[in-house]
């Protein structure tokens, strides 16, 4: 028709010249900026890794001499798959602090080419136009490429499964997507049987990497049980649910079976462990006596949880600033906040619109607009079912509830993180309603413009067009375009101001030093093969030296915790070494430490060398030279040791 935009039939997508292809050039660049971006902050941090990451490096040198663990060391949950990983990658590249951080850097690639997938697959299910789908696929793949520094730390740090449990929980969010798609469509059960068959391999796969695909698993246990009611609503035959849903549901059972199989063998072995851990999640005993007297009861709990989210866990998540970060630096990520806050405050409210007419609210303005709303609504229910999950999940359970502790401290930071998967669709679809607005401004206006025979019609129709409103959905889409653009570069900034020795520190100790070389030179020189630390400070010297250097963590003989002894072979190798040294963090302001206080006590005479470190502290290596000194032998040799993060 002539009079309509040329815009209109771009995003309708039924032009003469229109492709039903959607052009994948905008993939390609959002996986070079991922790559370039990821490279770089490891780069600019120096490689550094932390003693949690260094536990995977090293339980990942093991596989590659024989050694074939299930679980991180010494505890019944997270499977060593980022371990048996990690050792595919030393195997053609060799061990180093670069090549472990390679393959969490490979697998956000990964992150990003699946959140291209679901962003088409959702578009899909909304039946958008082409145009408004390929807005829709490249914001949502560019928010994924380089998302806020909060969420890219944690995606490239090696904590024992975070980023292949975000690609396993994405994977899981399209094939329930995919299921319940094929499921309107009429598939057969055999295909029907097949695509639940690989939900429940996920499902139990999920579960033995790291417990966190509760997420997952509860999103799409909401996704597919909304599916089944809207089922028995229209069919009101327990036949037709019996047959579509119950019967090829039954395949997800073996295929569950298979992908547990790792967590099944270990806990038969092993008096299920694996399982009962999850029971004891309930307890008050992981808690810290501080938090308990401010929160007793669970309901204080709950409580505090939710305004820990609110106020703590989710500015840093959707803004990306990091803990004890710099306050002048806080301003280059409110641009990044604000536009997640207002894309999940606007596309929840257009959720809310979208049911007005079904549940009977007549409101004939909005009714024009009812086919949009109901897109967005297509577009952006599953991505809203995950967030209600996750945020479910963290208030509710005690998981997160270490976090009530200190907010700066950033505890249960981790536990949320896994927003970050959706909010690139949620921000997408604000921009792709905005798109779609022309289109729908013009549909409407052709209804109502008057029939006739002769061309006036067309001239009638474009006199009727508002040029206006025209003007003002393209003001709002270059507004929000501008709004992405400066937070991205804002973000960018934010990346580059990170502190180096600061970004990729453990919250449970932020002192260790940016970089250990000459600790481990000075030891290297002095011959020194056994020594105590604590392990943020030992088992990255263990890892780097590829076990020359042996080292092990005396607090958790000290305080009685089996489970934090992560490698007893080297707790007994250095218990039973002579003279072994020690390795602590002590204040730059402190010339004569504790420690030393200790030893001349004793009357034991000592060598000691003082490096740099983090934050105000020195690491001392002391090394007796008169006789065996065995830390865990004494509770005195507690405060020697501990990384006190209010010390």
């Not at 060593?80 to 956000?108: K, N």
């Not at 145009?131 to 969420?151: E, V």
């Not at 119950?246 to 038969?268: K, M």
């Not at 079904?358 to 079912?385: H, K, S, Y």
Request: charged residues 10%; contains cysteine.
């Amino acid at each position: 028709m002539r009079g309509i935009s040329p815009w209109y039939w771009r995003w309708t997508g039924v032009g003469k010249n229109a492709s039903p292809h959607i052009a994948g050039g905008p993939l390609l660049i959002c996986l070079v900026i991922a790559l370039v971006v990821r490279a770089w902050l490891a780069y600019h941090t120096t490689g550094f890794i932390d003693g949690d990451e260094a536990l995977v490096g090293i339980q990942a040198q093991h596989i590659l001499q024989g050694q074939f663990p299930t679980y991180f060391y010494n505890q019944p949950y997270m499977g060593s798959l980022e371990a048996y990983l990690m050792a595919g990658i030393f195997a053609v590249a060799g061990s180093s602090v670069w090549t472990l951080r390679a393959e969490p850097i490979l697998l956000s690639l990964v992150v990003v080419w699946l959140t291209w997938k679901l962003a088409g697959a959702l578009a899909d299910t909304a039946r958008l136009p082409r145009h408004a789908k390929q807005w829709f696929m490249n914001i949502a793949t560019l928010l994924a490429a380089i998302p806020p520094l909060y969420d890219t730390v944690l995606q490239m740090r090696m904590l024992g499964g975070y980023i292949e449990i975000f690609i396993l929980m994405q994977i899981l969010l399209l094939s329930a997507l995919q299921l319940t798609n094929r499921r309107a469509a009429g598939a057969a059960r055999r295909e029907l049987a097949l695509r639940w068959a690989g939900i429940g391999f996920l499902v139990g796969f999920g579960y033995w990497v790291n417990p966190l695909m509760i997420y997952g698993v509860l999103a799409a246990a909401l996704w597919i049980a909304w599916d089944c009611v809207k089922l028995a609503l229209h069919s009101r035959s327990l036949q037709q649910l019996r047959r579509v849903i119950f019967l090829p549901a039954l395949a997800s059972l073996p295929a569950c079976i298979v992908g547990l199989t790792p967590a099944l063998v270990w806990g038969a072995r092993n008096q299920w462990q694996n399982f009962t851990y999850i029971l004891q999640l309930g307890s008050n005993t992981s808690l810290r006596p501080e938090v308990l007297a401010q929160y007793p009861t669970r309901a204080t709990q709950i409580i505090g949880q939710t305004r820990l989210l609110t106020s703590c866990v989710g500015p840093r998540v959707l803004g990306g600033s990091l803990p004890q970060q710099n306050p002048n630096f806080y301003a280059l990520a409110a641009p990044t906040y604000l536009l997640g806050v207002l894309c999940i405050v606007t596309i929840s409210a257009l959720v809310a619109l979208s049911l007005a007419q079904p549940v009977g609210l007549e409101m004939p303005t909005l009714a024009r607009f009812q086919p949009l709303l109901l897109r967005i609504r297509q577009l952006t229910a599953l991505p809203l079912t995950f967030v209600v999950a996750t945020t479910f999940i963290f208030t509710v359970t005690r998981t997160a509830a270490i976090g009530l502790w200190r907010c700066e401290f950033d505890l249960a930071g981790r536990y949320a993180t896994p927003l970050i998967l959706v909010l690139p669709f949620i921000c997408a679809a604000l921009f792709t309603a905005i798109v779609l607005t022309e289109a729908e401004f013009y549909q409407n206006r052709q209804k109502d413009s008057p029939e006739t025979e002769n061309d006036a019609a067309p001239v009638q129709f474009v006199a009727h067009v508002s040029s206006a409103g025209l003007l003002m959905q393209r003001a709002a889409l270059g507004t929000m375009v501008g709004v992405l653009l400066l937070s991205i570069i804002l973000q960018a900034a934010l990346y580059g101001v990170s502190d180096p020795g600061r970004t990729f520190q453990s919250p449970y100790c932020t002192f260790a030093p940016a970089n250990n070389d000459a600790i481990i030179s000075y030891m290297e020189r002095e011959h020194i093969h056994y020594a105590w630390a604590i392990n943020w400070l030992a088992y990255p010297i263990v890892f780097k030296t590829h076990g020359d250097i042996i080292m092990s963590d005396p607090l958790p003989l000290i305080r009685h915790i089996q489970i934090l002894d992560r490698i007893p072979a080297y707790t007994s190798a250095v218990s039973n070494a002579v003279r072994p040294s020690m390795v602590v963090l002590v204040k730059h302001s402190d010339p004569y430490p504790l420690i030393l206080k200790m030893l001349d006590d004793q009357q034991i005479t000592y060598r000691v060398a003082r490096f740099p470190a983090q934050q105000g502290r020195d690491v001392l290596v002391v090394t007796p030279l008169n006789q065996t000194v065995n830390p865990t032998s004494s509770a005195a040799y507690f405060n020697v040791f501990v990384c006190s993060l209010d010390g």
